[in-house]
Nanobody, 119 residues
Framework: QVQLVESGGGLVQAGGSLRLSCAASGSIVSINVMGWYRQAPGKQRELVAA???????SYADAVKGRFTISRDNGKNTVYLQMSSLKPEDTAVYYC?????????????WGQGTQVTVSS
């Protein structure tokens, strides 16, 4: 079982930027899709961005044009560059893997990283 450790969250003002990292304890080269999810207080966890091994990317409408997902298979790491942050982006952010975009995540959830955007 691959362990996932998210980092890079913090407190930022609206309009600011953050870069999240997700380090996997094992190789991700054979994993088709890596995704970033978020869960805001009182809401369900949602997929915000995904990247396939082919390089194909998918984004939730709420973050299109503001977030960019990337992966470095050599470092077993997935990144989420977040720009033009809004208060509604406040949530705990998690990463996980899936066989295809939108499929049920494969691994146990990590601890996540808190992102707080102040207005």
């Amino acid at each position: 079982q691959v362990q996932l450790v998210e980092s890079g969250g913090g407190l930022v003002q609206a309009g600011g930027s953050l870069r999240l990292s997700c380090a996997a304890s094992g190789s991700i080269v054979s994993i088709n899709v890596m995704g970033w999810y978020r869960q805001a207080p009182g809401k369900q966890r949602e997929l915000v961005a995904a990247i396939a091994s082919s390089g194909y990317t998918s984004y939730a409408d709420a973050v299109k044009g503001r977030f960019t997902i990337s992966r470095d298979n050599g470092k077993n790491t997935v990144y989420l560059q977040m720009s033009s942050l809004k208060p509604e982006d406040t949530a705990v952010y998690y990463c996980n893997a899936a066989p295809w975009v939108g499929a049920r995540p494969i691994f146990n959830w990590g601890q996540g990283t808190q992102v707080t955007v102040s207005s």
